[in-house]
């Protein structure tokens, strides 16, 4: 059973452009959330997702940031015209259900913007 | 909404001895209590977790202890080792809908040989 699947884990961007970043979650969890970390700092929320829907975004930038889960396909956090301090570590995780449960996280995709 | 505060940022001891990092949270309907243990350059990962009808969880080195009327949860590692080193955080549930699981602010264990 493979875990929470991200990639990229890698990606550089300069100012301006658009950061795409996937996750597919464990097989048979069906929510999502995505954290941000910034270099020695901890895991910010940002939007909890489930199939086709948006729990909970309350941690998202009002702009330029936008989640989504489609019925088919992985997760994607979208950032567009990125400045650099976007540059962080993108976490995902899923689990299976409600009701305060482990989240099993990703690798992460870190975002340098230049 | 739940607010999470970790103590210290930062922990220094000598191999075998015992580690202790403390968490405060807010919301008094928070249930689940887990911690996750973060190597640089990895992903956060789940080490032990306690559920708010028990008062203390071990395994092996690792134990949590919850104190609901004061709402904090501590994490206790024993005779500890180099590959403990790593950045630990706390977490608790928001309630009233969303669930999400806020993050203390994380400590830095170094296990010094």
């Known amino acids: 059973n493979a875990g929470v699947m991200q990639n990229p884990r890698h990606l550089v961007r300069r100012r301006g452009q658009e950061a795409r970043l996937r996750c597919s979650p464990m097989?048979?969890?069906?929510?999502v959330y995505w954290y941000r970390q910034l270099p020695e700092e901890g895991l910010k929320f940002m939007v909890y997702l489930q199939k086709e829907n948006i729990i909970d975004e309350s941690g998202m930038p009002k702009e330029r940031f936008s989640a989504e889960f489609p019925k088919e396909g992985p997760s994607i956090l979208r950032i567009q015209q990125v400045v650099r301090g976007d540059s962080a570590a993108y976490f995902c995780?899923?689990?299976?259900?409600?009701?305060?449960?482990?989240?099993?996280f990703g690798e992460g995709s870190r975002l340098t913007v230049l | 909404g739940e607010n999470v505060e970790q103590h210290p940022s930062t922990l220094s001891v000598q191999e075998g001895d015992s580690a202790v990092i403390k968490c405060t949270y807010s919301d008094s309907a928070s249930n689940y209590f887990p911690w996750y243990k973060q190597e640089l350059g990895k992903r956060p990962q789940l080490i032990i977790d306690i559920r708010s009808n028990v008062g203390e969880k071990k395994d092996q080195r690792i134990a949590v202890t919850l104190n609901k009327t004061a709402k904090h949860f501590s994490l206790h590692i024993t005779e500890t080792q180099p590959e403990d080193s790593a950045v630990y955080f706390c977490?608790?549930?928001?309630?009233?809908?969303?669930?999400?699981?806020?993050f203390g602010k994380g400590t830095k264990l170094t296990v010094n040989p």
């Open positions: 995780a899923s689990s299976p259900g409600r009701h305060g449960g482990e989240l099993f």
């Open positions: 977490a608790a549930p928001t309630q009233g809908g969303s669930e999400k699981l806020v």
């Open positions: 097989k048979g969890h069906s929510h």
